[in-house]
């Protein structure tokens, strides 16, 4: 049943103080949006902090941690899904879109977190699955209690089988969980039925967006959380709602390989961007500047402008540049194809290295180039965490606004020895899907202590939805904090620099300056950032006066030496 906030009784007057205390814009080039230099924090409910001791975080555990991301300084903070929903995707099969599942509190705490990070001056994005539902969600079930003629079936994509009983699936399309994209149902009398489209997993089934009832539903979806005072919405799976018409073959399997080469019959068609029109007018409607944000999967970069045109979406996150590996060249064109492709349509670059689904960038850089962004074995983690602290530096030196995934300031590596039995990604499950180990990037963060659960819960020694590793006490918050040389002290220093130069933050170029093979040299008016992405130290000039590095630089006569994997910040 929804939960409905409007049954605790608020006064009207108490809701026009909850708009009240939006938060000020508080970075530069805020006048134009303060989404376009923004430093947003990817908050993993399950993960992040667990106020009752269940070994499962929720959201009064993470409204006590608010103040920690205030001083990290951030400027949003994003939550994964918090909605009702049986949790076979971890949350992202929503069975209940205005209500929030009991493991993670209720309404209330909602609303009390976003007043709380509204005072402390952060704002909330939080997380829409428009794509697919639940199989719970009310809708569905009414489509397979009602049978072949209820119009609810319109609502999602119910076709019959092909085979002279109805027995082979209706097309060929494979699910991205792996194995095929159908499920067949089963008749109110028990009799095979029509089959169900789900581009993830079989308990996913996907909207039919050609129906006016879906669209008219997730408009009020929109208005229901804007009321509730959040500041936009990360919108997942944003290049898969419309599909090509007629559904047809794609022709071939192994169809993950041919996923981000070209446009899909069910991936990035054009139909998508008459909905965030749509959207796009309701985010105006509220003030505050409220955003959205687009998962978007497509080809190209340019392709992925299309969703931040000026009357749709504000960002869309920049997969390609989180799948580039360590490599000077490979970082320098892909930046460069990221800027010039916004441009045009005056939309911001998004930059991130790590989020919920793929391996941490500690992890992805401590191994050898060219296997992915799901990595099943630790590497070499001294490089991998030097390497990953430099690319840090260069992603927050650059245009545009930038991601950080819970954990990664702590400098926390996958955990890539997690025992088969207590994994939970859906698609460690199935064949020739993902590789299923996405649980890898999940494990709850440590806070303090020297005992597992790491302050994660309030008691030491207390449950933990995925086990910690012995060597994270070392990795917390509290064993972090004060110590110059450790990662949490850099992220806070480079968040504290980026806020304090005008140079850094929103824009939409940057000034290529020369420098050895196997380095990045750049300027952003009085700002340098220099990358030596080798494994060799190199001498270069000294661009100016050190403002921060990502580890120890010395500028000896004008000259300094880049250590290998190093990036440093200079003010000229």
């Known amino acids: 049943m929804t939960q409905n906030l409007a049954d605790t009784s608020r006064p009207a007057a108490d809701a026009a103080a909850h708009e009240a205390v939006t938060p000020a814009p508080v970075t530069g080039g805020a006048s134009r949006g303060w989404w376009r230099d923004a430093v947003i924090y990817q908050v993993y409910p399950r993960s992040f902090a667990d106020s009752n001791g269940d070994g499962m975080g929720d959201l009064p555990g993470i409204r006590s941690r608010l103040p920690y991301l205030r001083d990290l300084g951030v400027d949003a903070v994003w939550l994964s899904p918090f909605y009702a929903s049986p949790q076979a995707d971890a949350g992202y099969d929503v069975a209940d879109y205005r209500a929030v599942d009991p493991m993670f509190g209720s309404l209330l705490d909602a609303d009390a977190l976003i007043r709380d990070a509204h005072q402390l001056g952060l704002r909330i994005i939080v997380d829409l699955v428009p794509n697919h539902s639940s199989d719970q969600h009310e809708w569905f079930q009414?489509?397979?209690?009602?049978?072949?003629?209820?119009?609810?079936?319109e609502r999602y994509h119910f076709r019959p089988g092909k085979g002279e009983n109805g027995e082979l699936p209706p097309n060929d399309w494979e699910s991205i969980f792996g194995g095929p994209a159908w499920t067949r149902s089963e008749n109110?009398?028990?009799?095979?039925?029509?089959?169900?489209?789900?581009?993830?997993?079989?308990?996913?089934?996907?909207?039919?967006?050609?129906?006016?009832?879906?669209?008219?539903?997730?408009?009020?979806?929109?208005?229901?959380?804007?009321?509730?005072?959040?500041?936009?919405?990360?919108?997942?799976?944003?290049?898969?709602?419309?599909?090509?018409?007629?559904?047809?073959?794609?022709?071939?399997?192994?169809?993950?390989?041919?996923?981000?080469?070209?446009?899909?019959?069910?991936?990035?068609?054009?139909?998508?961007?008459?909905?965030?029109?749509?959207?796009?007018?309701?985010?105006?409607?509220?003030?505050?500047?409220?955003?959205?944000?687009?998962?978007?999967?497509?080809?190209?970069?340019?392709?992925?402008?299309?969703?931040?045109?000026?009357?749709?979406?504000?960002?869309a996150f920049n997969f390609q540049y989180l799948g580039t590996g360590w490599d000077a060249a490979a970082l320098?064109?892909?930046?460069?194809?990221?800027?010039?492709?916004?441009?045009?349509?005056?939309?911001?670059?998004?930059?991130?290295?790590?989020?919920?689904?793929?391996?941490?960038?500690?992890?992805?850089?401590?191994?050898?180039?060219?296997?992915?962004?799901?990595?099943?074995?630790?590497?070499?983690?001294?490089?991998?965490?030097?390497?990953?602290?430099?690319?840090?530096?260069?992603?927050?030196?650059?245009?545009?606004?930038?991601?950080?995934?819970?954990?990664?300031?702590?400098?926390?590596?996958?955990?890539?020895?997690?025992?088969?039995?207590?994994r939970q990604d859906p698609s460690f499950f199935r064949k020739a899907?993902?590789?299923?180990?996405?649980?890898?990037?999940?494990?709850?963060?440590?806070?303090?202590?020297?005992?597992?659960?790491?302050?994660?819960?309030?008691?030491?020694?207390?449950?933990?939805?995925?086990?910690?590793?012995?060597?994270?006490?070392?990795?917390?918050?509290?064993?972090?904090?004060?110590?110059?040389?450790?990662?949490l002290e850099l992220y806070r220093s480079a968040l504290a620099v980026r806020r304090s130069q005008d140079d850094l933050g929103a824009g939409t170029a940057v000034e290529w300056l020369e420098g050895p093979e196997g380095t990045l040299t750049f300027r952003r008016g009085s700002f340098v950032c220099t990358v030596n992405a080798t494994d060799e130290p190199v001498r270069i000039a000294a661009p100016g006066k050190l403002l921060l590095s990502s580890v120890e630089l010395a500028v000896d006569g004008g000259e300094t030496v880049l250590a290998p994997d190093s990036t440093g910040w200079w003010a000229v």
């Open 142 to 153: 009414r489509a397979l209690r009602e049978g072949p003629e209820s119009p609810l079936r």
């Open 188 to 315: 109110p009398d028990g009799t095979p039925g029509d089959w169900y489209l789900h581009l993830f997993a079989p308990e996913q089934p996907d909207f039919n967006w050609e129906n006016r009832a879906v669209a008219d539903e997730f408009r009020s979806i929109l208005r229901f959380w804007l009321d509730m005072g959040v500041d936009g919405f990360r919108i997942d799976v944003a290049h898969g709602l419309v599909k090509a018409p007629g559904l047809p073959d794609l022709g071939g399997a192994d169809q993950l390989k041919l996923l981000g080469n070209d446009v899909m019959p069910f991936f990035d068609q054009d139909g998508v961007h008459e909905i965030y029109r749509s959207w796009r007018k309701i985010l105006d409607e509220y003030p505050g500047q409220r955003i959205g944000v687009a998962e978007a999967w497509t080809p190209t970069v340019q392709r992925t402008a299309n969703y931040v045109r000026p009357d749709e979406l504000h960002q």
């Open 332 to 422: 320098r064109e892909v930046i460069d194809v990221s800027l010039d492709s916004m441009r045009p349509v005056d939309a911001p670059t998004t930059w991130v290295l790590s989020n919920h689904d793929v391996t941490r960038h500690a992890t992805r850089f401590a191994n050898p180039p060219g296997l992915g962004t799901q990595i099943r074995t630790p590497g070499d983690r001294e490089l991998g965490l030097r390497r990953a602290r430099a690319a840090t530096l260069l992603m927050l030196a650059l245009p545009g606004s930038a991601y950080i995934y819970q954990g990664e300031e702590l400098g926390l590596p996958d955990v890539t020895d997690l025992p088969d039995e207590v």
């Open 433 to 487: 899907g993902q590789d299923g180990y996405r649980d890898g990037c999940r494990v709850p963060i440590p806070w303090s202590g020297t005992e597992a659960p790491y302050g994660f819960g309030p008691v030491a020694g207390g449950p933990s939805w995925l086990p910690q590793p012995a060597e994270w006490a070392a990795l917390s918050v509290e064993a972090q904090t004060g110590d110059p040389a450790s990662t």
